[in-house]
């Protein structure tokens, strides 16, 4: 079994409980375990995007945008535009131009 198929069978246990048992687990701890299920669902299938296409701005992208919603799910208010969303808007491309010019010194260089 690959690590995209591990990756795939985890999130499709995470979706098929999120979505059958979801009037049962709606809370715990204060947490919306259905909204938690559905950002670790979308994240994971995200991770395949990006491990499949790793050169790809968007793939990054997508990770780096579900890996902010997971993370608001679990550590911030889901329901608030806050910091963490405009300082994800305004690195990731930062990131990503530092990126591409490391990959283009390191291609000039060989």
């Given amino acids: 079994m690959t690590e995209v198929s591990k990756i795939l069978s985890i999130a499709t246990f995470i979706s098929i409980v999120t979505y059958l048992f979801w009037n049962d687990i709606n809370v715990i701890y204060q947490i919306p375990v259905f909204y938690l299920g559905?950002?670790?669902?979308?994240?994971?299938?995200?991770?395949?995007?990006?491990?499949?296409?790793?050169?790809?701005?968007?793939?990054?992208?997508?990770?780096?945008?579900?890996l902010n919603n997971l993370l608001d799910e679990l550590f911030f208010d889901p329901k608030t535009t806050g910091i963490s969303e405009?300082?994800?808007?305004?690195?990731?491309?930062l990131i990503w131009y530092l990126k591409i010019n490391a990959n283009a010194r390191k291609n000039s260089n060989q």
């Avoid at 405009?86 to 491309?93: A, D, E, S, Y």
């Fill in 86 to 93: 405009i300082i994800i808007v305004l690195i990731l491309p």
């Fill in 38 to 66: 559905n950002a670790i669902f979308i994240f994971l299938l995200c991770l395949v995007i990006f491990l499949q296409n790793t050169k790809l701005f968007i793939s990054f992208f997508l990770l780096c945008i579900t």
